[in-house]
């Protein structure tokens, strides 16, 4: 009787052609392929690889056109594409592939993966292959059935991680971090660098501040400041606002914030509402220009004739379209409305546009639960956000609603109570910071520590927002940070630490500027 074989190109065909016929499917199980052993077939790795390459690399449309421009663009890659007979497989791979069936697929082509590679290690593998119940055998079935070595060998396969005995690494973090200190991208707001040392990869931020009080528009401020300061890529995910009402708000706070004032030679101080209803100054006495109508109610310049008028006559909407020409050339920021923000949704968005568009840090807009308000939901959520942090290396930071009844509530007293639907949410988060815009009639009650350690009254003519870090791992915990807020330019200046009057103390100050 001849010896069974250990692979199964079949299995192996229809996954590829499965790829190429739905690509996104690779957002979901490619970061648990491995090529390298996957793949019996040469050209099933070959079309595999170029598959993978091109996803993150060139394009995630998989038209003939845009696969024969990207084989085309490497002269080997070419000359092997036609050698297995060009776009002519890849058609009759999706034709022959069913994409319901990928996930048997899938495991057929990770239990003959597992199977060779134990080969490989010299185990009689050709009892396996003529058990019985080989063919409803999972890769897991057969892991369990060979222990010898077999974690080793398991985690080269299905890119799982072995344990490590902690502390022997332990002089080299010492030189490592001394070559490298332990701290991410700065956030525009000092307190919040010495606290959480930076934004770092890997971790999950969440701040809760109460309904229509700005939550979104301060998750714009920073979502701008990490892709025009930082130059780091950034996904916007949200389940509440418009690609439009985003736009907006990012457009003002480029032309307003002082940091993204430096990268221009005038001075330009515009509302939101003055730019989303197309309303700029002349040069002669600084009033609106109006557009003029007829007896009709029509307007007399027709839509172009009117934005020439608006160009001739008005340096501030010059000086507006400079603004955006730059943002069009330099802004990293990624939109994703998210209609549908299961977490199955969520996790997809996030890794399609880390393995597509190399995203290193994520805002979501706004933490909730999905169809339901019940709690469980949305600290599975949560969960979910911060395993994603870890495992792809990235940063999040999420904002979440606080209750009706925190509005009156001091910021000082504010905790997960005042979460709402899911004050459970607090013991699976690392980092969770809480405010609210503060009352003036309670200005009297505190003062201002600056960075030098002065003490400065609240002035009566801004808006203050206190911020308490309700909980953080790296340090400030419970202590509460103050921002002028200027919403309509959206505008969040950190100033220093809120105390309340007579209950200062030698810790009230922060310890050092970082990231300034």
């Not at 060779?116 to 080989?134: A, G, V």
């Not at 000092?190 to 700005?214: A, H, Q, T």
């Not at 002082?258 to 030679?265: A, R, S, T, V, Y």
């Not at 792809?392 to 979440?400: D, H, S, T, V």
């Amino acid at each position: 009787m001849s010896e069974i074989k250990n692979h199964n190109i079949q299995a192996e065909t229809l996954l590829v052609g499965s790829l190429y016929k739905k690509p996104d499917i690779y957002v979901e199980y490619g970061h648990i392929m491995r090529p390298k052993y996957d793949f019996y077939d040469s050209s099933c790795k070959f079309f595999y690889d170029s598959f993978e390459m091109m996803y993150t690399t060139f394009s995630q449309e998989f038209t003939e056109n845009n696969i024969n421009i990207y084989m085309s663009q490497d002269k080997k890659r070419n000359a092997e594409y036609k050698e297995y007979g060009g776009y002519k497989t890849i058609e009759k791979t999706k034709e022959l592939s069913n994409i319901d069936d990928f996930k048997n697929y899938f495991n057929i082509v990770k239990k003959f993966s597992l199977i060779r590679e134990y080969e490989r290690n010299s185990y009689p593998i050709q009892k396996i292959l003529e058990h019985k119940n080989f063919e409803k055998f999972s890769a897991n079935d057969i892991y369990k059935m060979i222990k010898a070595k077999a974690d080793t060998i398991n985690t080269v396969i299905s890119g799982g991680e072995e344990s490590i005995i902690l502390g022997k690494q332990s002089v080299k973090r010492i030189k490592d971090w001394i070559k490298k200190p332990s701290f991410g991208i700065t956030f525009p707001w000092n307190c919040w660098n010495i606290f959480f040392r930076g934004f770092r990869k890997g971790k999950l931020i969440v701040e809760g501040m109460l309904s229509n009080e700005g939550k979104s528009r301060k998750m714009v401020a920073l979502a701008t400041h990490i892709s025009l300061v930082e130059k780091k890529a950034v996904l916007i995910m949200t389940n509440e606002m418009s690609e439009e009402d985003i736009e907006a708000c990012k457009i003002v706070t480029v032309i307003n914030d002082p940091i993204h004032k430096l990268h221009f030679n005038f001075d330009l101080n515009k509302t939101e509402e003055e730019i989303v209803l197309g309303r700029y100054r002349n040069d002669i006495n600084g009033q609106f220009i109006i557009r003029e109508i007829d007896e009709s109610g029509d307007p007399v310049l027709t839509d172009d004739e009117f934005e020439k008028k608006l160009y001739n006559e008005s340096t501030e909407y010059r000086n507006t379209l400079i603004v955006a020409e730059w943002i069009e050339n330099n802004t990293k920021i990624y939109f994703k409305e998210m209609r549908e923000y299961a977490d199955y949704d969520l996790e997809m968005e996030i890794r399609k546009h880390v393995l597509s568009k190399n995203v290193e840090y994520v805002m979501y807009d706004t933490l909730k639960g999905y169809r339901t308000d019940g709690w469980e939901t949305i600290k599975q959520t949560a969960t979910r956000l911060e395993e994603l942090a870890k495992e792809l290396m990235i940063g999040i930071y999420a904002n979440f609603q606080l209750t009706d009844d925190s509005v009156y509530i001091e910021v000082f007293d504010l905790n997960s109570m005042n979460l709402a639907n899911c004050k459970q949410i607090f013991h699976v988060l690392d980092y969770l910071v809480l405010g609210k815009r503060l009352f003036r009639d309670d200005y009297d009650k505190y003062s201002i520590i600056d960075d030098w350690g002065g003490e400065i009254p609240l002035d009566i003519t801004k808006t203050y927002y206190g911020h308490r870090f309700a909980k953080s791992r790296t340090g400030g915990k419970g202590k509460v940070t103050v921002c002028e807020v200027d919403l309509d330019r959206n505008i969040w200046t950190e100033v220093g630490l809120l105390i309340k009057k007579g209950n200062r103390n030698s810790d009230s100050k922060p310890k050092q500027r970082l990231g300034a």
